[in-house]
């Protein structure tokens, strides 16, 4: 009986680790999340992504649901100290959206830190942050 | 021997259950399936739209893949009583493609269903549509 | 005790088949993988799609990650003959980034295979790779 109980454990916990373990788990589980590519140097498309994002943010709730934004590429002028939209940018990270600048095109455009909106975030790479982002899940947008 | 036996039969019953989860079946399982982003004013885009779903559904058969345009911003134009495309939507809708218009975009541009062509279909928003239609295992295509 | 034995090593065999299964291991497992979409008759963003893939295969090296560049529609001009960037398609490639023409768009456009670079990757449909690649887990990227 001492060998029966054994396996029935054995098997118990293996089953708890398999739904416990991410990969099994999916996307089905947690927030509902969404990762929005800015890329074009177009004040229009600027207001566009802050818009869809905040409609998001207006549709679930702040607090269920993730929005990030990746600036790269001519986007990246959305998050320099000389936006146009630099008010609404504030606004927006204030409302919970995530809004981040790629340091690779920094590097690209000889832009340093000092040339970006104060409190900007920034990531290595944003297409590189667009993949890994997809890969957790995050559904994608490019207005 | 009967405790054996129940052993069996609850493994059993635990892994069919994990087998039928959506959780656990992903994307890999069921039809493919396709979500596209109209969000651009403009005839050529909407042009290119329909083109790619039509594509889509000869590449697969009518009954086998799913294909969705998702009109927003300014691209719910496509779908206005005076689009240069309507005779095409109507088309493209026979052939099992399926379009809808959002109503947060009709809201801000202060749009009636009388200003759009008729039997449009509607989601409240355009992007939450996109969200949802991608974590239910849909492909993304922005033509 | 043989009963009991046989039973174990069932459960065994069931729960390492569900851990090899490909709709089980789901995007989590594996390398990253990005599918490009270049659709646009624009060289600049011929160009930002070929800088985007080598951002991503410095990143991670090589060896570590797949890159795909799928053209159609206008974007098919990227591999045409007279492609303005056709020295940059060669170098993309030999860097180990796959880039591959649309057959349907060539058929359309009435393109063959003589008016492509040569080495060119042929695709039946652009659309539905593009999809195809999503459903194997490629994140998406339109630059």
């Not at 177009?42 to 990030?68: F, I, P, S, T």
């Not at 790629?102 to 832009?111: A, E, F, S, V």
């Amino acid at each position: 009986m001492n060998m029966i109980k054994k396996i029935a454990i054995t098997v118990a916990l293996i089953l708890s680790f398999a739904s416990l373990n991410p990969v099994y788990a999916g996307e089905a589980a947690g927030k509902d999340k969404l990762v929005i590519q800015v890329s074009d140097g177009d004040a229009a498309k600027w207001n566009l992504a802050l818009n869809n994002a905040k409609n998001v943010m207006n549709a679930y709730g702040a607090d269920k649901v993730e929005v990030e934004i990746v600036t790269y590429g001519p986007g990246i002028g959305m998050l320099k100290m000389d936006s146009v939209i630099a008010n609404r940018i504030d606004e927006s990270k204030k409302s919970g959206v995530s809004i981040v600048a790629c340091q690779n095109t920094m590097k690209n455009m000889k832009l340093t830190n000092d040339d970006m909106l104060p409190n900007t975030s920034y990531v290595p790479s944003g297409v590189v942050e667009i993949m890994k982002k997809q890969k957790e899940g995050y559904a994608y947008l490019r207005p």
